[in-house]
């Protein structure tokens, strides 16, 4: 009999599987739509519909039947067949997808002090397999981002920056593991979806007008873009008569404002959790872009933007998805059926992550303030 392993990455967008022989070997991988997406774009109108409906178990249902539909196709092409020759699963994801995945309450994720709804990895049957959903670090930094670092491995004076709802960082300094989570808001995921555009594409259309001199650097909005709006190709209509369509997606003012807070949050966390472990900017040897928009965003695009400092874009690179990288390491580990829900090596190293809030942090707040523009900003250790 034919055996296999399963990992997946639950995001809150794109889920991505992978089918694994038992010897490690990868033999195909699949992508798809999160259908979640219709009780809410992000986690925190998926929380609100929870909130309201606190006993549906629509999310659920929804997710795990387009699980079952992805791994039964996955195994019909290896000529094997769904749940009798799958041994087992695990599955990666930010705090909020997994606790839904879960079915536990997602109420503590939407206030202060934000507090983890679990702190094991979770187990559940999936049609008779063990499905194994690890733990992050804390509320923010999920098994998806947490995971990125584990399977890199993150060293000496290097950074994982994963971006999406939240701007997940990582670094790697005097031996331990510092992590943060900004606040990035709809611009890196949904704030254009509904015209059927990736948000890495309004960025560059972003990008292009500033390099063309028609949008200043200091965040100022011209007139002209506050009736019409940008088209994707950098341009701004001419009249408001000119709508989107098939040939143009129109970004708003208000994405563009969305744009530019979620730049001023990663780079005001990035600067702050440098500062508070003495870390100085020069010293970052390498900066790893994951997650579904770290992979189609041009680097020339976030140095535009103000999103990484540009003096740093030379060290950063694109590392894919690295969620489901650490979901197929997780998935092969001897001891993930025998460890009690924890998956071995990982959940070792998840705990020895010191986690950083900055909400409400006054320093943050300045640096925020501060950067709330598309300047070519001052990293902090050159600030006066």
């Not at 409906?53 to 929804?62: F, G, Q, T, V």
């Not at 804390?138 to 098994?143: E, T, V, Y």
């Not at 009736?227 to 994405?255: Q, R």
Request: with cysteine.
């Amino acid at each position: 009999m034919k055996q296999f392993y399963a990992a997946i990455d639950l995001g809150t967008t794109t889920i991505e599987a992978s089918l694994l022989r038992t010897d490690g070997i990868v033999l195909a991988k699949y992508g798809f739509q999160n259908p979640q997406s219709r009780f809410g774009s992000d986690v925190i109108s998926r929380m609100t519909y929870l909130g309201k409906h606190p006993e549906s178990e629509e999310l659920r249902k929804c997710v795990f039947a387009k699980i079952r539909e992805v791994l039964s196709v996955l195994l019909s092409g290896q000529g094997a067949e769904y749940p009798a020759d799958l041994v087992r699963t695990v599955i990666t994801g930010n705090t909020v997808m997994a606790a839904i995945l879960l079915g536990i309450n997602t109420e503590s994720l939407g206030r202060a002090p934000f507090a983890m709804p679990m702190t094991e990895t979770g187990i559940f049957q999936l049609d008779g397999i063990p499905a194994y959903v690890p733990v992050g670090a804390s509320a923010f930094l999920g098994s998806d981002s947490c995971g990125g670092a584990w399977v890199l491995p993150l060293e000496e004076n290097e950074l994982l920056l994963d971006l999406g709802t939240n701007g997940e960082m990582l670094l790697c300094h005097d031996g331990r593991i510092h992590g943060a989570s900004a606040a990035c808001g709809p611009a890196f995921e949904n704030c254009t979806r509904a015209q059927g555009v990736y948000g890495s594409t309004t960025l560059a259309a972003i990008a292009r007008l500033i390099k063309r001199g028609k949008l200043p650097a200091d965040g100022t909005i011209p007139e002209a873009v506050v009736k019409y709006g940008i088209y994707e190709d950098g341009t701004i209509p001419e009249t408001s008569s000119n709508k989107a369509g098939p040939d143009h997606l129109l970004i708003t003012p208000k994405i563009l404002q969305e744009v530019m807070m979620a730049g001023a949050a990663i780079y005001a966390t990035f600067c702050l959790l440098l500062k508070r472990e003495e870390c100085h900017a020069s010293d970052i040897r390498r900066i790893y872009l994951a997650g579904g928009f770290g992979f189609h965003m041009s680097l020339r695009d976030a140095g535009t933007l103000g999103i990484l400092p540009e003096a740093l874009l030379g060290r950063a690179t694109i590392s894919g998805n690295t969620s489901l990288l650490a979901a197929e390491k997780m998935v092969l580990q001897n001891d993930a059926s025998q460890s009690g829900g924890n998956v071995g090596e990982y959940d070792l190293f998840r705990r020895k992550v010191i986690t950083h809030q900055f909400a409400g942090d006054r320093e943050y707040e300045k640096l925020f303030l501060r950067s709330l523009n598309f300047n070519k900003r001052i990293i902090f250790e050159t600030e006066e």
